[in-house]
């Protein structure tokens, strides 16, 4: 019955429908969609010498896998004013990260629903039973759900207030500042797609991106705590316990060993080089998202005239050693599951 009930669930994982058979019809329904409600993107593609087709599988698998890797050098700054394009990959966004549980669940209930098999009750009535960390409880996912659109909506509304009128965006009518706002905002947790240079946007809005990226793709405003399996807290704790810190206290670590080793452009570049844009890239790399704010030659206080702009993210402008430590950060930010309780040795009073 386990063994059923297991290969069950690895059945209606949603992600099969983009690994196995189902590649094909799944690209096939998104060259259709692109072709019929997005000319001016194929336009785009068109002038690049991309195939719709590589395009669209490409994305939304990136997009759902929260990959954040666009087959154009801009990433999505080059489709801002598509804002069909971008309603089309907008719920790939949630389905392949935050709202993943709720949407399984969804799934698994409608399928009850329609096979009449008790396997199905079985999986939603035993979620802790089953030991798949993705298939939540029902209050979880409510509360999931609720945290979600509610992170969004702030974002959106922050977003919107202080750079409606600004450069960031110029030639966007109504519509387009609307799904192209909203767009920026939901990938500012886990996906990384931009459709606005981050550089150039308010300080404000980067350290908010900065608190949604440090937070695990499973917060939930109303955390939901198991009450029928409490262990009891030991008093004493065990040495490797007082010496694992806390995910945040390494954080600081890392941010604190990347100005050392990026001191120098620290202090001849510092429209740039800031500890702001760090902070940033050291938080997108641990919650691997993959925003970052660039470098631009224009802001340098002492022109380099060898220096020219491209299309790359900031950390391809840091040292080795900084490039390195980013690559830990990265690894860092993949296992940070297996160190989420650190830091209990410490009490603040």
Same mark, same amino acid.
């Given at each position: ?12 994982? *949603? ?99 329609? %096979? ?69 905002? %939901? ?28 937070? *695990? ?52 570049? *510092? ?79």
């Amino acid at each position: 019955m386990r063994a059923a009930i297991g290969r069950l669930l690895h059945k209606v994982d *949603p992600t099969l429908f983009i690994r196995r058979r189902d590649n094909e019809k799944y690209g096939m329904w998104e060259k259709s969609w692109s072709r019929a409600y997005i000319p001016s993107a194929k336009h785009v593609l068109k002038n690049k010498g991309i195939k719709i087709e590589t395009f669209s599988l490409f994305t939304i698998v990136s997009t759902f896998a929260s990959c954040g890797y666009v087959p154009t050098n801009e990433n999505m700054i080059v489709f801002k004013k598509n804002s069909g394009l971008l309603l089309l990959i907008l719920p790939h966004t949630l389905l392949g990260n935050t709202l993943y549980p709720s949407c399984l669940r969804l799934f698994i209930t409608l399928l009850k629903n329609v %096979t009449k098999r008790e396997e199905f009750s079985y999986l939603l009535k035993n979620t802790k039973e089953m030991g798949y960390d993705h298939l939540l409880s029902p209050l979880h996912c409510w509360n999931l759900v609720v945290t979600v659109f509610g992170f969004i909506v702030i974002q959106f509304v922050l977003f919107c207030s202080l750079e409606w009128s600004s450069k960031t965006m110029e030639g966007l009518n109504l519509y387009q500042k609307v799904v192209a706002s909203l767009f920026q905002v %939901t990938n500012a947790r886990h996906s990384g797609e931009s459709v606005f240079d981050i550089s150039t946007i308010s300080s404000a809005i980067l350290v908010l991106f900065i608190v949604m990226m440090y937070l *695990p793709p499973y917060t939930t405003f109303l955390p939901v705590r198991d009450h029928t399996n409490i262990d009891v807290k030991r008093d004493q704790k065990s040495l490797v316990e007082c010496l694992v810190f806390s995910q945040l206290s390494y954080l600081v670590i890392f941010i604190i060993l990347i100005c050392i080793t990026e001191r120098q452009s620290l202090k001849e570049d *510092p429209l740039n080089f800031n500890v702001l844009n760090i902070t940033l890239e050291v938080i997108s790399a641990y919650g691997n998202v993959g925003l970052s704010t660039g470098y631009s030659c224009s802001r340098q206080l002492k022109a380099d005239p060898m220096c020219k702009d491209s299309w790359i993210g900031f950390s391809g402008r840091w040292s080795t050693r900084g490039k390195f430590i980013l690559i830990l950060v990265m690894f860092f930010g993949r296992l940070k599951k297996f160190n989420m309780n650190g830091g209990k040795a410490w009490h603040l009073s």
